[in-house]
């Protein structure tokens, strides 16, 4: 175990947690796919900046709160492989943090639709 190890080392620590995510998680790859399609949905709408530092926001706070998860999950299936309440209760509660910060982004992606179509909240009247 390295403690205390180089800025450089631990960013590829954190690249290596990227890949597993990517690689083992059909969560991580369909966020990541909303991702692409909230940026999509920018560039056409031509949302004012603020929108954009929005959707960083909350798209970084669902990738961390699924690596988070993936991470109690790991731990949970290695401690524990058989079924358990309690185990079944912290991946549960992982869960419902991912599940809390998705409804938020797709209230977002609403709101936005809204602004845009009203021509408000900073979105020039598109007809
Ligand atoms: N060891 C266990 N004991 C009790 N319940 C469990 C256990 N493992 C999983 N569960 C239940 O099954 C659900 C799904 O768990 P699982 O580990 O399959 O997550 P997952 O579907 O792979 O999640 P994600 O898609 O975020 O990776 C949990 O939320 C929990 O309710």
Same mark, same amino acid.
């Not at 900046?49 to 990738?63: E, N, V």
């Not at 998860?69 to 991912?98: C, H, M, Y």
């Not at 998705?102 to 021509?119: D, N, R, T, Y």
């Given at each position: 175990?390295?403690?205390?190890?180089?800025?450089?080392?631990?960013?590829?620590?954190?690249?290596?947690?990227?890949?597993?995510?990517?690689?083992?998680?059909?969560?991580?790859?369909?966020?990541?796919?909303?991702?692409?399609?909230?940026?999509?949905?920018?560039?056409?709408?031509?949302?004012? =900046?603020?929108?954009?530092?929005?959707? +960083? @926001?909350?798209? !970084? $706070? %669902? /990738?961390? &709160?699924?690596? *988070?998860?993936? #991470?109690?999950?790991?731990?949970?299936?290695?401690?524990?492989?058989?079924?358990?309440?309690?185990?079944?209760?912290?991946?549960? =509660?992982?869960?419902?943090?991912?599940? +809390? @910060?998705?409804? !938020? $982004? %797709? /209230?977002? &992606?609403?709101? *936005?639709?809204? #602004?845009?179509?009203?021509?408000?909240?900073?979105?020039?009247?598109?007809?």
């Amino acid at each position: 175990m390295r403690k205390n190890a180089p800025l450089w080392r631990r960013g590829r620590y954190a690249l290596a947690g990227l890949e597993s995510a990517v690689r083992g998680e059909a969560s991580f790859r369909t966020e990541l796919g909303a991702a692409v399609l909230g940026i999509a949905l920018l560039v056409c709408t031509g949302a004012p =900046l603020l929108w954009w530092a929005l959707f +960083i @926001l909350l798209m !970084a $706070a %669902i /990738l961390a &709160a699924e690596l *988070l998860n993936t #991470a109690i999950e790991t731990l949970a299936d290695r401690v524990e492989p058989e079924l358990d309440p309690f185990i079944g209760r912290a991946k549960d =509660l992982g869960a419902a943090a991912v599940f +809390i @910060l998705s409804v !938020a $982004a %797709i /209230l977002l &992606a609403a709101c *936005l639709l809204l #602004a845009f179509f009203q021509g408000g909240a900073g979105f020039a009247p598109p007809f």
